[in-house]
């Protein structure tokens, strides 16, 4: 195992962790612009974030059992050639069904980097480095949100909402580059047994662990509340008459609480065990959902700094509790460590695809469709701390024996 980390190799590792939340959050700002010039409904614009987080969800359990195979990179090359050329049917598309097909097909290519990059930390760096490691990724994840939208309105007053593919199929061409210097992580692929057999026995082992479950539903319940808000919040702010620049400035003061929150916990685990920090952090996460939801329940909301102001409490929680449950869900599973990442976040976007498409659906009742549902994942994040708690006891009771 490592016991430093070169800058480059942050730097990749970084990219990677950031490209399928670069290709959510840059065209927020453009969903109207593209509801007009493709002459379709929000319901259905919406669907192109719902239908992008399928994809995401679903081309992980591809990818971590491929790369656990072939190894990190040629998976990872793989996936970003798919994301290549999707992207550029994105820039072309004259109609929402093929903008659709496109995101899907997009998403399935980027979806490989969430996973591989996760796998290749867990290969690379073991222990206390390991969730420093993490903690320092993290939340530069979290700047997506505030500099993709900045980009993307900026892009709208420039060019239009294809533009912003444009760039997208750029950063993609980067991050082959950067994938192609980069050595292989995964010291001994396994080819030695049937990959069938060696999926469903890794599997097994995954499912049986209370601490994966508990640790996945934590994860899958926080950001579930948080593309809840993002794929409501344009329609939400276009209503309350703000423009496109204003959508794009609206995600900074949320970002810079999640960069905050992630290196707090960074700080704090010098000094603190991780099991002692989460509880805490998993109490502000819950009161900042049942806030924003009784503002938006109780009284009419004409400006979005009153939700703003609590959802950054979240967005905070949000950064120091990702990099806490990611390394947990995810440490005891060294030998298969990129099937286990692609079913830890199958199973994580596939709770926030469940969240944004209701919010979709429900796009007309605006504000109060968007804090309903989060509302509801506090319910998923419970549930999974229980199965933590127990997980930890169960240790704790082994350990005394």
Same mark, same amino acid.
């Given at each position: 195992?490592?016991? $430093?980390?070169?800058?480059?190799?942050?730097?990749?590792?970084?990219g990677?962790? /950031?490209?399928?939340f %670069?290709?959510?959050d840059?065209?927020?700002?453009?969903?109207?612009?593209?509801?007009?010039?493709?002459?379709? @409904?929000?319901?259905?614009?919406? #669907?192109?974030?719902?239908?992008?987080?399928?994809?995401?969800?679903?081309?992980q359990?591809?990818?971590? =059992? %491929?790369?656990?195979?072939? &190894?990190?990179?040629?998976?990872?090359?793989?996936? %970003?050639?798919?994301?290549?050329?999707?992207?550029?049917? !994105?820039?072309?598309?004259?109609?929402?069904?093929?903008?659709?097909?496109?995101?899907l097909? $997009?998403?399935?290519?980027? !979806?490989?980097?969430?996973?591989?990059?996760?796998?290749v930390?867990?290969?690379r760096?073991?222990?206390?480095?390991?969730?420093?490691?993490?903690?320092t990724?993290m939340? #530069?994840?979290?700047?997506?949100?505030? #500099?993709? =939208?900045?980009?993307?309105?900026?892009?709208?007053?420039?060019?239009d909402?294809r533009?912003?593919?444009v760039?997208?199929?750029?950063l993609?061409?980067?991050?082959?580059?950067?994938?192609?210097r980069?050595?292989?992580? *995964?010291?001994?692929?396994?080819q030695?047994?049937?990959?069938?057999?060696?999926?469903?026995?890794?599997?097994?082992?995954?499912?049986?662990?209370?601490?994966?479950? &508990?640790? /996945? *539903?934590?994860?899958?319940?926080?950001?579930?509340?948080?593309f809840a808000?993002l794929?409501?919040? =344009?329609?939400?702010?276009?209503?309350?008459?703000?423009?496109?620049?204003?959508?794009? +400035?609206?995600?900074?003061?949320?970002?810079?609480?999640?960069?905050?929150?992630?290196?707090? !916990?960074?700080?704090?685990?010098?000094? +603190?065990?991780?099991?002692?920090?989460?509880?805490?952090l998993?109490?502000?996460?819950?009161?900042?959902?049942?806030v924003?939801?009784?503002?938006?329940?109780?009284?009419?909301?004409?400006?979005i700094?009153?939700? %703003?102001?609590?959802?950054?409490f979240?967005a905070?929680?949000?950064?120091?509790?990702?990099?806490?449950?990611?390394?947990?869900?995810?440490?005891?599973?060294?030998?298969?460590?990129?099937?286990?990442?692609?079913?830890?976040?199958?199973? $994580?976007?596939?709770? !926030?695809f469940?969240?944004s498409a209701?919010?979709?659906?429900?796009?007309a @009742?605006?504000?109060?469709?968007?804090?309903?549902?989060?509302?509801?994942?506090?319910?998923?994040?419970?549930?999974?701390?229980?199965l933590?708690?127990?997980a930890?006891?169960?240790?704790?009771?082994l350990?005394?024996?």
């Open positions: 195992m490592n016991k $430093q980390v070169p800058f480059m190799t942050l730097l990749w590792l970084a990677l962790s /950031m490209l399928g %670069l290709a959510t840059m065209y927020l700002p453009a969903f109207e612009a593209m509801r007009l010039d493709l002459a379709t @409904s929000p319901a259905n614009i919406g #669907l192109t974030l719902s239908i992008f987080l399928l994809g995401m969800a679903c081309g359990l591809v990818y971590g =059992p %491929l790369s656990d195979r072939i &190894g990190r990179k040629p998976a990872l090359l793989i996936g %970003l050639s798919l994301y290549l050329v999707a992207t550029v049917v !994105c820039i072309f598309a004259n109609n929402i069904y093929l903008l659709l097909g496109a995101r097909v $997009q998403a399935l290519g980027a !979806c490989s980097a969430a996973v591989i990059w996760q796998a930390v867990i290969d760096y073991d222990g206390k480095l390991g969730q420093k490691v993490f903690a990724i939340p #530069l994840v979290a700047l997506s949100p505030a #500099l993709a =939208p900045l980009v993307g309105s900026h892009l709208l007053t420039l060019y909402w533009s912003i593919f760039v997208l199929f750029a993609g061409v980067g991050f082959v580059a950067f994938t192609l980069e050595k292989e992580s *995964l010291s001994k692929p396994t030695d047994t049937k990959i069938i057999d060696k999926l469903v026995s890794d599997y097994q082992q995954v499912f049986k662990s209370k601490k994966f479950i &508990g640790n /996945m *539903l934590i994860f899958a319940g926080c950001s579930a509340a948080f808000y794929t409501g919040s =344009p329609f939400v702010m276009s209503a309350m008459g703000y423009t496109e620049a204003d959508i794009g +400035l609206s995600y900074i003061p949320q970002t810079i609480a999640f960069v905050v929150g992630g290196y707090a !916990c960074r700080h704090a685990l010098n000094k +603190l065990k991780d099991h002692s920090i989460l509880p805490w998993l109490k502000l996460f819950v009161i900042s959902v049942v924003i939801f009784l503002i938006s329940w109780r009284t009419d909301v004409t400006n700094w009153v939700i %703003l102001g609590p959802f950054c979240l905070a929680a949000n950064g120091a509790i990702y990099p806490l449950v990611v390394n947990r869900a995810l440490e005891n599973f060294k030998s298969c460590s990129a099937t286990a990442a692609g079913l830890l976040n199958f199973l $994580q976007m596939m709770v !926030c469940v969240a209701v919010v979709s659906a429900f796009a @009742s605006g504000l109060i469709a968007v804090t309903t549902v989060m509302l509801s994942t506090c319910v998923v994040v419970i549930i999974g701390f229980g933590v708690w127990h930890n006891r169960q240790a704790q009771t350990a005394a024996a």
